[in-house]
T-cell receptor, first 112, second 113 residues
Framework: GQQLNQSPQSMFIQEGEDVSMNCTSSSIFNTWLWYKQDPGEGPVLLIA?????ELTSNGRLTAQFGITRKDSFLNISASIPSDVGIYFC????????????FGQGTILTVHP | EAGVAQSPRYKIIEKRQSVAFWCNPI?????LYWYQQILGQGPKLLIQFQNNGVVDDSQLPKDRFSAERLKGVDSTLKIQPAKLEDSAVYLCASSLASESGYTFGSGTRLTVV
């Protein structure tokens, strides 16, 4: 089946620093999504990407859909303490009828 | 709009017991998903419904797991009998269509002892 490799597994940064995480796949995806999950809650959608090469921003977050359609990255600029959480990439393939395959997650800790 | 509602929030059962989870999707959302999230991992799809029909249940352990969405709205997921490895958060999500982004509920945290 489709596999997503997300890295890094965890990051410890100082408030104000920029963060970058990425996801690679063995398969081509038609959609890449980035979610954030807080403790005890379900994942919340941050950014959705629908086209190869697409670069999309949402406030301090920027994500790109790789040209090969097998990778994506998420950048967070000027991190703040409330950015703490687990970030997941998710991909949707052409024949998956909406099913999302998730990466293993990146745990982000921001020190004030 | 109201979000995806799930209950209960927490459940602790002994192995070999049965358990059921309930999900009420966002009104009008035709597609409903049940995901299993084991601690330290990303969510994994168990079953996908389009209205009241099953679209994908290829990763549902059908010897012990079952799910239904009888009227195309609410859904229940049942485990019978539970095993220790079923300890996880069970997330329900819904979307307008299979191509749309979807909204997750807060999940049910199941502990099997």
């Amino acid at each position: 089946g489709q596999q997503l490799n997300q890295s890094p597994q965890s990051m410890f940064i100082q408030e104000g620093e920029d963060v970058s995480m990425n996801c690679t796949s063995s398969s081509i995806f038609n959609t890449w999504l980035w979610y954030k999950q807080d403790p005890g809650e379900g994942p919340v959608l941050l950014i959705a990407l629908y086209k190869a090469g697409e670069l999309t921003s949402n406030g301090r977050l920027t994500a790109q859909f790789g040209i090969t359609r097998k990778d994506s990255f998420l950048n967070i600029s000027a991190s703040i303490p409330s950015d703490v959480g687990i970030y997941f990439c998710a991909g949707r393939g052409g024949t998956s009828y909406g099913k999302l395959t998730f990466g293993q997650g990146t745990i982000l800790t921001v020190h004030p | 709009e109201a979000g995806v509602a799930q209950s209960p929030r927490y459940k602790i059962i002994e192995k070999r017991q049965s358990v059921a989870f309930w999900c009420n999707p966002i009104s009008g959302h035709a597609t409903l998903y049940w995901y299993q999230q084991i601690l330290g991992q990303g969510p994994k799809l168990l079953i996908q419904f389009q209205n009241n029909g099953v679209v994908d249940d290829s990763q549902l352990p059908k010897d012990r797991f079952s799910a239904e969405r009888l009227k195309g709205v609410d859904s229940t997921l049942k485990i019978q009998p539970a095993k220790l490895e079923d300890s996880a958060v069970y997330l329900c999500a819904s979307s307008l269509a299979s191509e749309s982004g979807y909204t997750f509920g807060s999940g049910t945290r199941l502990t099997v002892v």
